[in-house]
């Protein structure tokens, strides 16, 4: 891309990273009005929201990374204060108390704690020695600032963003060196714990888990999601049924086609190029944001810049185990392509984060 002719602010943006984003976010728009059968009411939104959230990103990337770093924990604070929030003042909607009435905005706060733990564990480890790393001294102090709001979360309940909040946090406590022993205990414990956890399990939970293990147990009841997704990706076929000829969608066999579901949407009008498409998209976007880690001289800011990837990361890659039965359905989105706003401000959060520590990364080596 010829940038000669641009201001030296736009020549600088990360535009190997911003094109697939705005890909990514239109295709999502032209899946969205098809799904809504040919109509605006979810494309012209969700445009809407991503240039908003677009601006603000790149907005974003102005701060320091010392201004990021001194802003995870009180940042943290905050959130946490609003989940419990969330219990007190917060309303209830599809069945679970998530969101916070603020007006003209519905504000969903456990999806600001999936950038904020990353960051309030990246600098915790920032803070650490070095020769503490492989204590005790390492682990508590990250487990109970992952452990309290994933509690938080689950209470609401909302096992998927709990589960992306723990990801989240335990990927930075592995990126900084926390021995693979103390993981390997912890996967044991859970392990031993799992039948008990799985008793306190809401219902739906329950049976969501059960039909992962055996999806054609019940296919017309609490199975019928996977079926229908299963089917409207089966029959997309290499290059889909065409636009707009989705009968799985058109015609209301695949719940949640718009939101959780979009990608058997997608993949039942354009087939495996189009999820092709979407894969090599998300890829560019990944890269880009490993090599930003890579490249980051200071602690926090490697630690950081690789645990906001990776969280981007388990959103994608769930969500696609998800649809494809790979996965139990735990209701996360594909990032930037399921309808609503809470999903793209927390992902569009991460992307401006990491501008601000390539930017950086930039001064740095020019200094050099």
Same mark, same amino acid.
């Given at each position: 891309?010829?940038?000669?002719?641009?201001?030296?602010?736009?020549?600088?943006?990360?535009?190997?990273?911003?094109?697939?984003?705005?890909?990514?976010?239109?295709? !999502?728009?032209?899946?969205?009005?098809?799904? *809504?059968?040919?109509?605006?009411?979810?494309?012209?939104?969700?445009?809407?929201?991503?240039?908003?959230?677009?601006?603000?990103?790149?907005?974003?990337?102005?701060?320091?990374?010392?201004?990021?770093?001194?802003?995870?924990? #009180?940042?943290?604070?905050?959130?946490?204060?609003?989940?419990?929030?969330?219990?007190?003042?917060?309303?209830?909607?599809?069945?679970?108390?998530?969101?916070?009435?603020?007006?003209?905005?519905?504000?969903?706060?456990?999806?600001?704690?999936? #950038?904020?733990?990353?960051?309030?564990?990246?600098?915790?480890?920032?803070?650490?020695?070095?020769?503490?790393?492989?204590?005790?001294?390492?682990?508590?102090?990250?487990?109970?600032?992952?452990?309290?709001?994933?509690?938080?979360?689950?209470?609401?309940?909302?096992?998927?963003?709990?589960?992306?909040?723990?990801?989240?946090?335990?990927?930075?406590?592995?990126?900084?060196?926390?021995?693979?022993?103390?993981?390997?205990?912890?996967?044991?414990?859970?392990?031993?714990?799992?039948?008990? *956890?799985?008793?306190?399990?809401?219902?739906?939970?329950?049976?969501?888990?059960?039909?992962?293990?055996?999806?054609?147990?019940? #296919?017309?009841?609490?199975?019928?999601?996977?079926?229908?997704?299963?089917?409207?990706?089966? !029959?997309?076929?290499?290059?889909?049924?065409?636009?707009?000829?989705?009968?799985?969608?058109?015609?209301?066999?695949?719940?949640?086609?718009?939101?959780?579901?979009?990608?058997?949407?997608? *993949?039942?009008?354009?087939?495996?190029?189009?999820?092709?498409?979407?894969?090599?998209?998300?890829?560019?976007?990944?890269?880009?944001?490993?090599?930003?880690?890579?490249?980051?001289?200071?602690?926090?800011?490697?630690?950081?810049? *690789?645990?906001?990837?990776?969280?981007?990361?388990?959103?994608?890659?769930?969500?696609?185990?998800?649809?494809?039965?790979?996965? #139990?359905?735990?209701?996360?989105?594909?990032?930037?392509?399921?309808?609503?706003?809470?999903?793209?401000?927390?992902?569009?959060?991460?992307?401006?984060?990491?501008?601000?520590?390539?930017?950086?990364?930039?001064?740095?080596?020019?200094?050099?």
């Amino acid at each position: 891309m010829n940038l000669a002719f641009m201001p030296k602010p736009v020549k600088e943006l990360p535009w190997r990273m911003i094109v697939p984003v705005c890909l990514i976010a239109t295709f !999502s728009c032209v899946v969205l009005y098809s799904a *809504a059968g040919g109509g605006l009411r979810w494309a012209l939104p969700q445009g809407a929201r991503f240039v908003v959230f677009l601006g603000a990103a790149i907005a974003m990337a102005r701060l320091k990374p010392e201004q990021i770093k001194q802003a995870a924990f #009180p940042a943290y604070v905050i959130v946490l204060v609003l989940l419990v929030a969330v219990e007190a003042l917060g309303f209830v909607g599809g069945g679970a108390r998530r969101w916070i009435n603020l007006g003209p905005l519905n504000l969903q706060p456990s999806e600001l704690m999936k #950038p904020v733990i990353v960051l309030a564990c990246a600098h915790f480890y920032s803070l650490l020695p070095a020769r503490e790393i492989r204590g005790w001294s390492a682990i508590w102090p990250a487990a109970v600032l992952i452990g309290i709001p994933a509690m938080f979360i689950l209470v609401q309940p909302d096992l998927g963003t709990a589960m992306m909040v723990v990801l989240g946090g335990v990927t930075v406590m592995f990126l900084a060196g926390v021995p693979l022993r103390l993981f390997a205990g912890g996967a044991l414990a859970m392990g031993i714990a799992g039948p008990v *956890a799985f008793s306190f399990l809401h219902d739906y939970q329950r049976q969501r888990v059960l039909i992962f293990l055996d999806p054609e147990s019940d #296919p017309l009841h609490t199975g019928y999601h996977i079926t229908q997704s299963k089917i409207a990706i089966g !029959s997309g076929g290499l290059t889909g049924v065409g636009y707009l000829q989705g009968t799985q969608s058109h015609n209301e066999f695949l719940p949640e086609k718009h939101t959780d579901f979009i990608f058997a949407t997608m *993949a039942e009008e354009w087939g495996l190029v189009g999820g092709l498409f979407l894969i090599v998209a998300f890829s560019l976007v990944l890269r880009w944001g490993m090599k930003v880690a890579n490249e980051s001289e200071d602690r926090f800011s490697r630690l950081a810049a *690789a645990g906001l990837t990776t969280t981007i990361f388990f959103y994608f890659a769930i969500n696609l185990m998800m649809v494809m039965g790979l996965a #139990p359905v735990v209701g996360i989105p594909l990032p930037l392509f399921s309808y609503g706003g809470s999903a793209i401000m927390t992902v569009m959060i991460c992307l401006g984060l990491l501008m601000a520590i390539e930017r950086q990364n930039k001064r740095d080596v020019r200094k050099g």
